[in-house]
């Protein structure tokens, strides 16, 4: 399928229920599959289980793309109510394995869990496929996408992160991480699921054809501390509101809730103008009566309740829980002096009726939510302790970040430099459209001095006139600023950001703020771990030989794999090298030599002892001493380590070509080694040398040669016992013979073709990986 087919979706019912489309093996495939399944799943009108399902895809898309490199196809199925999303791609041999705890990579699979209801694996002979299956809708219930509501999320689905720029699990609308029919960024909580009763009003009354629609979830105002979410506190509140407005005969009734900073925030609303202005109310702007608990009348609009509601007259009544002022009553009119102190008494008693059962609503949403709260900060945790890479940890950060607790966020790490700026090192936002335009403002930010402590961040405004209106509404975002600091150490900074008119809770700050010391610590973890093993990584490539040198009339292939994860040597070694006549000089080398060994163990205290092998044998060769010799000195330097020194089995020998070209003459030593074998044109198979004792034991110890002829055909086969004690089970491959038959098997074969086969029996001579270091040396005259 072409790269113009895919863009343009042309997806292909299979039957009335199963739509499916083919894309290309492309980064851009994946942002579409996510446009494809949101598409058909809102033909199908099952809005509900969109965000999960498109989440659930652009993880198994991904996979796709990155692992098995093929073009690959989504089915979606309804069935009943039910939805299965089915990923396919060409590379039915791989197989798909659930990541273990200390795994770096590969955390889509318990994301797909998390989601889902059921998943799993099909294979046929072309092709694999990954299927999710999401409950059926009523099975879970939404809350809004508050930051305090983690009952109903999971940290977990942030999974997969890739750099910047490159295939992520985002989506043009939004993903909230692991929410079950999660809401789209800027989505106000008396969204979807929310309860709303009561008839609706005449338009003659207050407000008119302006007033608020009842029914219409962007009426509410945005998420607050207070604002209680669950469907039956919902219900309760606007049952209320229509009990004040029917007892009372009001134009229109509200419920204001006062947050921990003091505003006042509409809980529920019923016949109020849009354009009243809630947002300006504020406990502190109240009369004394008000504050101290008692009802009130307003006969005008000078009263500041009044004023902001667009009210000529008004009664309310504060909520009162253990004596603090929690919220309000208010029932409003458009006609002056409209209410008694008659309708202010009435309405304190309703307030007292409220308050109890409000208050009880509010305990256990807060309860719920402190509940969600720590789930989410545990999951955070173990996600950001699966990975010790950098970027990896950075991207997750801010996948956990978005759109749980802001619209965007943009990690900063400090120079490595003093006075050089910190370094915009990811940048991420919900609306992948403006993504761009974010990265550009921010590039161009001012960034604030280093904070100690979070707080409000305003750099926008030093960006260049035309990058922030390439931005748009996003160079307006309000944001607010984290400082990572681990081990007493700034790291970097965190920088969150929300629309203007979507301001940050308090919850929002302290689980930010959470998550911002729990990220240092991964990042810096990260950090330290990547600088440790680009370290490792360069002192063990100069233990390893610079390259095989060519022999004329002898054909070579070296093998080294090592045992430990992310190392590139460890006990065993190999080399060769020339070996020149001290007064001919370099360009008269005659003789070349070769050695594999063995250290006792593995990993840095081996590889110190095989540098010190290594290096010796050649400086020994360089001095012309002969191959007993040379051994016997390096058996007196292990010795002389003491208690550093490790057991060395080594098998190091002489070649030396022969007249007219007949192959090459070969004396060699086998030091406690496993012995080396000739393959034969015939295919015969025979040992080339005795044992002699290992090096790092024994004193004085005095060694001899064995002298082999290589004819043209012939093969010598050195390995360490990583190759013969290569184990499956209680069975070795060295067993019964069990190398000198697979040799037999090479009969024929180049010195590379042989290696290989060896090599390849090795590994598939276990299920399990090989827990020792495998060194091989394959000579082949020619």
């Not at 033909?43 to 509900?48: A, L, T």
């Not at 070509?657 to 015939?682: C, E, F, N, Q, Y």
């Not at 290569?726 to 060295?734: M, P, T």
Request: charge should be negative; charged fraction near 25%; glycine fraction near 10%.
């Amino acid at each position: 399928m072409d790269r113009q087919t895919a863009a343009a979706h042309t997806a292909r019912p299979a039957s009335a229920q199963t739509v499916s489309a083919t894309f290309p093996c492309a980064a851009t495939s994946v942002a579409e599959a996510r446009r494809f399944v949101r598409r058909v799943l809102t033909g199908w009108h099952m809005d509900q289980a969109v965000d999960d399902a498109v989440l659930a895809t652009s993880e198994l898309a991904t996979n796709a793309v990155a692992y098995a490199g093929t073009s690959f196809e989504v089915v979606c199925h309804l069935t009943d109510g039910e939805i299965q999303i089915e990923v396919r791609d060409r590379h039915p041999t791989r197989v798909i394995e659930m990541p273990g705890m200390e795994a770096s990579s590969g955390r889509g699979l318990p994301s797909i869990a998390a989601l889902s209801a059921s998943w799993g694996v099909t294979y046929d002979r072309r092709s694999k496929g990954v299927w999710f299956r999401l409950p059926r809708a009523g099975d879970e219930t939404d809350t809004g996408p508050d930051p305090e509501d983690a009952a109903t999320t999971t940290a977990a689905t942030a999974g997969t992160a890739e750099p910047s720029g490159g295939i992520g699990v985002r989506d043009d609308a939004g993903v909230r991480p692991g929410g079950r029919a999660a809401a789209r960024p800027g989505a106000r909580p008396g969204g979807r699921g929310a309860a709303r009763s009561g008839a609706a009003r005449p338009s003659g009354r207050l407000g008119g054809d302006a007033a608020r629609d009842e029914n219409d979830p962007a009426a509410m105002a945005v998420a607050s501390d207070r604002l209680l979410r669950s469907p039956s506190a919902k219900e309760s509140l606007q049952e209320a509101v229509g009990t004040v407005r029917d007892v009372l005969d009001a134009d229109g009734a509200a419920v204001l809730l006062a947050e921990r900073d003091g505003r006042l925030v509409l809980g529920a609303a019923s016949g109020l103008p849009t354009e009243a202005p809630v947002e300006e109310l504020s406990v502190v702007g109240l009369g004394p009566g008000a504050r101290g608990g008692a009802p009130w009348v307003a006969a005008d609009e000078t009263d500041p309740v009044a004023a902001a509601l667009r009210a000529r007259s008004l009664a309310a009544a504060p909520l009162l829980s253990q004596g603090r002022l929690t919220g309000l009553v208010v029932a409003v009119a458009s006609a002056p002096g409209r209410f008694a102190e008659g309708d202010a008494a009435r309405l304190g008693r309703l307030a007292e009726e409220m308050s109890l059962s409000l208050e009880k609503a509010r305990i256990g949403e807060l309860e719920r939510s402190w509940r969600g709260w720590l789930s989410f900060v545990a999951e955070a945790s173990d996600l950001l302790a699966g990975t010790l890479d950098q970027e990896r940890t950075m991207a997750l950060v801010a996948q956990l970040v978005v759109p749980r607790l802001a619209t965007w966020c943009a990690v900063y790490t400090v120079a490595d430099t003093d006075g050089d700026r910190d370094r915009l090192a990811y940048v991420w936002h919900a609306d992948e459209t403006h993504a761009d335009g974010l990265r550009e403002l921010l590039a161009h930010a001012d960034l604030a001095p280093p904070m100690d402590a979070p707080g409000p961040w305003s750099g926008f405004g030093a960006a260049p006139r035309e990058v922030r209106a390439a931005a748009g509404s996003t160079a307006h975002d309000q944001a607010y600023a984290f400082p990572l600091i681990a081990r007493g150490r700034r790291i970097g900074t965190i920088v969150i950001g929300r629309p203007p008119g979507e301001r940050f809770p308090r919850s929002a700050i302290e689980l930010a703020e959470e998550l911002s010391r729990r990220a240092a610590l991964a990042i810096d973890n990260a950090r330290l771990y990547s600088a440790q093993t680009a370290m490792s990584s360069a002192l063990q490539r100069s233990l390893l030989p610079p390259g095989v040198p060519e022999i004329p009339g002898l054909e070579v292939a070296v093998v080294y794999e090592p045992a430990g994860e992310g190392s590139e040597v460890g006990g065993d070694f190999y080399d060769v090298f020339e070996c020149p006549e001290p007064s001919a000089g370099p360009a008269a080398a005659h003789r070349w030599r070769f050695a594999i060994g063995d250290v006792c163990g593995t990993g840095p205290q081996a590889a110190a002892v095989t540098g010190l092998a290594r290096h010796a044998l050649r400086i020994l060769a360089a001095e012309d001493m002969s191959v007993p010799d040379v051994l016997a000195r390096l058996n007196r330097l292990i010795l002389g380590e003491g208690e550093r020194g490790r057991l060395l089995t080594l098998l190091h020998g002489e070649i030396t070509p022969r007249p007219r070209r007949d192959g090459v003459s070969i004396t060699l030593t086998s030091a406690g080694h496993p012995p080396p074998l000739i393959l034969d044109p015939d295919g015969t198979v025979r040992e080339a040398a005795g044992p002699q004792p290992l090096l790092g034991v024994f004193d004085g110890v005095e060694f001899h040669t064995d002298t082999i002829g290589l004819r043209r055909g012939q093969v010598l086969l050195c390995v360490t016992d990583g190759v013969t004690e290569r184990r499956s089970g209680a069975r070795l491959l060295g067993d019964g013979q069990g190398l000198e038959r697979l040799l037999s098997g090479c009969t024929g074969l180049s010195a590379g073709a042989v290696a290989a086969r060896i090599q390849r029996a090795v590994r598939d001579f276990g299920p399990e990986p090989s827990n020792d270091d495998v060194a091989l040396i394959v000579l082949r005259a020619s």
